[in-house]
T-cell receptor, first 115, second 112 residues
Framework: GAVVSQHPSRVICKSGTSVKIECRSL??????MFWYRQFPKQSLMLMAT?????????EQGVEKDKFLINHASLTLSTLTVTSAHPEDSSFYIC???????????FGPGTRLTVL | SQQGEEDPQALSIQEGENATMNCSYK?????LQWYRQNSGRGLVHLIL?????REKHSGRLRVTLDTSKKSSSLLITASRAADTASYFC????????????FGKGTTLSVSS
């Protein structure tokens, strides 16, 4: 089956620093990738839709200047959390969509802790 | 915003029992999907049911869909301790192949 990886799996950083999270589709091309955020004991909330070669589309309430998304190739999307604050601590999960399939394939998630 | 509501929020059962989780959603859908998430881990896709299907089976899983009531149920038969996880329903409300909107999830605990 289709595999999506995320790196790093865990990251701890100091407040004010920036953190980059990578999402890769390993055995298929994904013109669209999605970034979700999940706070403890809560559900996944869509943050943004990342389209290869164009600007990401952000959901209401998600600051595009704080959460920078780059979808530079058909197999890689990156999410950079800039000037991280403790309230940004969360589980960030990406998913990738092969072509026009209905099924998305999810990465294993990245646990971000901001001290 | 949340598309669906899972019911119950938490469920505790003994191994061998069946577990039923329900999901309601708000908008018209093309399909509805169920996912499992072990604590602190990524999502595992369990099953997809299309809007023109009423029931679907996969191993010990049985999913039903009632589009008139905008609801779905996930039944896990003969549960095992390894089924302990959170279960989410999700739909692509805008169009097929777009972002998923997740329900709040049901946390299932199966004790041996």
């Amino acid at each position: 089956g289709a595999v999506v990886s995320q790196h790093p799996s865990r990251v701890i950083c100091k407040s004010g620093t920036s953190v980059k999270i990578e999402c890769r589709s390993l055995d298929f091309q994904a013109t669209t990738m999605f970034w979700y955020r999940q706070f403890p004991k809560q559900s996944l909330m869509l943050m943004a839709t990342s389209n290869e070669g164009s600007k990401a589309t952000y959901e209401q309430g998600v600051e595009k200047d704080k959460f920078l998304i780059n979808h530079a190739s058909l197999t890689l999307s990156t999410l950079t959390v800039t000037s991280a604050h403790p309230e940004d601590s969360s589980f960030y999960i990406c998913s990738a969509l092969p072509g026009t399939h209905n099924e998305q394939f999810f990465g294993p998630g990245t646990r971000l802790t901001v001290l | 915003s949340q598309q669906g509501e899972e019911d119950p929020q938490a469920l505790s059962i003994q191994e061998g029992e069946n577990a039923t989780m329900n999901c309601s959603y708000k908008t018209s859908i093309n399909n509805l999907q169920w996912y499992r998430q072990n604590s602190g881990r990524g999502l595992v896709h369990l099953i997809l049911i299309r809007s023109n299907e009423r029931e679907k089976h996969s191993g010990r899983l049985r999913v039903t869909l009632d589009t008139s009531k905008k609801s779905s149920s996930l039944l896990i038969t003969a549960s095992r301790a390894a089924d302990t996880a959170s279960y989410f329903c999700a739909t692509p409300p805008r169009a097929a192949g777009t972002a998923l909107i997740f329900g709040k999830g049901t946390t299932l605990s199966v004790s041996s």
